[in-house]
C-alpha cells in the first residue's frame, strides 16, 4: 500500500511536469479535449461490457513504429481468433493514429492514461482483457500489477531495453524483481536482451529469442503515388522520421549536393510539418507539400503526410534515418528502407536500437556515420547501386520472428484456460 502512494506520488509529480505541453497541444495545436483527458486519466474511454465467452486481446504498442510492426502479428491473431475483440493503447498520436488507420475491424482505439492505481484498476476491469500483449518496451508498475490481480495474460514482444534503463533497474533490483515477474512471457530480439532480462530476475524458462518482429514487416505501398519522379538528372534522398534540430543541420551539411539530389523530408510528428516548411523557406529552399502538384525540379519535397514513407523509400536511392543525430532520441528503425533494398545512413546516437545497428552492420549494410562525414558517405552509396542487393541475405536470415512470437504465446499461454 505504502509502496502504491509512493509511486502514485511519483506520477503524479511526473505529470504535473508534462501538463504545460498538453495544455499548449490542447489550445495552440487544437488536440481533441477527449485525447488531452484520456492521456490524464480523467476519462477513460467507454468500452461496452464484455460479453458472456468474448476473447479480449489488449496490444500497447507506444509509437507509429512498434505499431506498424505489429501487422503480421494481427494477421497471425484474426487467423486464429477471428472473432476476438482488439483493443489498442498507445502513448504517441502518430501511433494512435496508425492503429486506427491499419486495426479497424472488432477494434477499439485509446491512449495509455497516466499509470495511476485507480486509474488502472477501473480501465482493465472495464476491458476486461483475456491477454495483454506489450511491444518492446513501456514497463508500467500499475498496470502490470492490475493485470495480473485480474488473472490476465501478460505477454512481452520483440522484447528489448536499452542499457540506460537496464542501469537504472539495476539500482533497485527488488523494485525490478517484482516489476518483471509480472510479464508471464518474453518475446525477445536477440540474446543480449535475454541476458538482460536474466539478470534484473526473470526466470530463464520465460525467456525465449524470437527475434525482431520490424524484419517481417510488409510493403505498404498506395496505389496513389503523392509526388512525382523528381528531374531525370538528380537522385532521391530520404530523410525520414527527422526531429527538431536535424533538417536544419542535415541540409547544411548536404547543401553542395544541391541540384543533383531531390530531397524528400519525413518530419517524425506531424505537428512539425509547418515548423519544416518555414524553415525551408527561411533557408530559401524550393519546396513543395507532397500533397500538391510540381514540376520535379523542387531541391526538397516536404513529406507532409502519414503512411506514405514506403513510397518515398520505393523511389529513392538512398535513406538518412532521423532521429540518430541528436543525442536524445536514439534513433528510429534503420531496417524499413532496407526492406527495398535502398541503402540506409543513420548517425551516431542509436542507443535505442542496438540490435538492428549489430544486424546491419553484421551484414555490412549502411553506414553509421558522424554529421561532419555525412556528405561524402552519401555522395559513395550513390555512386555505388549494387549496395542495393545486399539486403536480401539480412531480410531472409531475420524474417520470422512473428510466427516464432506467435507460436510461443499460443504453446505457453493459450494453450491454457484463459
Not at 497541444?25 to 480523467?42: A, C, T, V, W
Request: glycine residues 6%; positive net charge; proline residues 4%.
Amino acid at each position: 500500500m505504502i509502496k502504491s502512494l509512493f509511486y502514485n506520488a511519483v506520477i503524479l509529480f511526473w505529470a504535473l511536469c508534462l501538463l504545460p505541453r498538453e495544455i499548449y497541444r490542447l489550445i495552440f495545436l487544437k488536440k481533441p479535449l477527449k485525447d488531452f483527458l484520456q492521456r490524464l486519466g480523467i476519462s477513460l474511454p467507454a468500452f461496452p461490457w464484455k460479453k458472456k465467452g468474448e476473447m479480449r486481446i489488449w496490444i500497447h504498442a507506444v509509437s507509429l513504429g512498434e505499431t506498424k510492426a505489429i501487422g503480421p502479428l494481427i494477421a497471425e491473431i484474426r487467423k486464429d481468433y477471428p472473432k476476438a475483440s482488439l483493443f489498442f493503447s498507445s502513448t504517441t498520436e502518430t501511433g494512435h493514429d496508425e492503429a486506427k488507420r491499419s486495426y479497424k475491424e472488432g477494434a477499439y482505439f485509446f491512449f495509455l492514461p497516466l499509470d495511476l492505481s485507480f486509474v488502472m484498476k477501473r480501465l482493465i476491469t472495464r476491458i476486461s482483457p483475456d491477454l495483454f500483449i506489450l511491444v518492446e518496451t513501456d514497463f508500467w508498475w500499475h498496470l502490470l500489477s492490475y493485470a495480473k490481480k485480474n488473472d490476465v495474460n501478460v505477454v512481452l514482444i520483440n522484447g528489448k531495453i536499452s542499457l540506460a534503463s537496464l542501469r537504472n533497474y539495476k539500482r533497485a533490483p527488488r523494485f525490478a524483481k517484482e516489476l518483471f515477474s509480472l510479464i508471464d512471457l518474453y518475446c525477445v530480439q536477440s540474446e543480449e536482451y535475454f541476458s538482460s532480462f536474466k539478470s534484473l530476475g526473470v526466470r530463464e524458462e520465460r525467456i525465449f529469442v524470437t527475434g525482431n518482429v520490424k524484419f517481417d514487416m510488409k510493403e505498404m505501398l498506395s496505389q496513389t503515388l503523392y509526388f512525382k519522379t523528381p528531374h531525370e538528372n538528380k537522385k532521391v534522398v530520404t530523410l525520414a522520421s527527422t526531429h527538431e534540430e536535424e533538417e536544419a543541420m542535415i541540409l547544411e551539411v548536404l547543401e553542395g549536393l544541391k541540384g543533383s539530389v531531390s530531397f524528400l523530408i519525413a518530419p517524425r510528428h506531424p505537428s512539425r510539418f509547418p515548423v519544416v516548411a518555414k524553415l525551408l523557406k527561411k533557408k530559401g529552399i524550393s519546396f513543395r507539400h507532397i500533397t500538391e502538384e510540381g514540376t520535379g525540379a523542387e531541391d526538397v519535397v516536404l513529406v507532409d503526410k502519414v503512411g506514405v514513407l514506403d513510397q518515398c523509400y520505393r523511389y529513392s536511392q538512398a535513406v538518412i534515418v532521423g532521429g540518430s543525430f541528436v543525442k536524445h532520441v536514439g534513433g528510429h528503425n534503420i531496417y524499413e528502407p532496407v526492406r527495398f533494398g535502398v541503402p540506409v545512413l543513420y548517425g551516431p546516437y542509436m542507443h535505442k536500437q542496438e540490435q538492428l545497428v549489430t544486424s546491419l552492420k553484421k551484414h555490412n549494410i549502411g553506414e553509421q556515420v558522424e554529421l561532419s562525414a555525412l556528405k561524402g558517405a552519401l555522395e559513395r552509396l550513390l555512386e555505388t547501386p549494387e549496395e542495393q542487393l545486399k539486403y536480401q541475405a539480412l531480410r531472409s536470415e531475420m524474417e520470422g520472428a512473428t510466427e516464432r512470437s506467435w507460436s510461443q504465446i499460443k504453446s505457453k499461454i493459450l494453450s491454457q484456460p484463459l
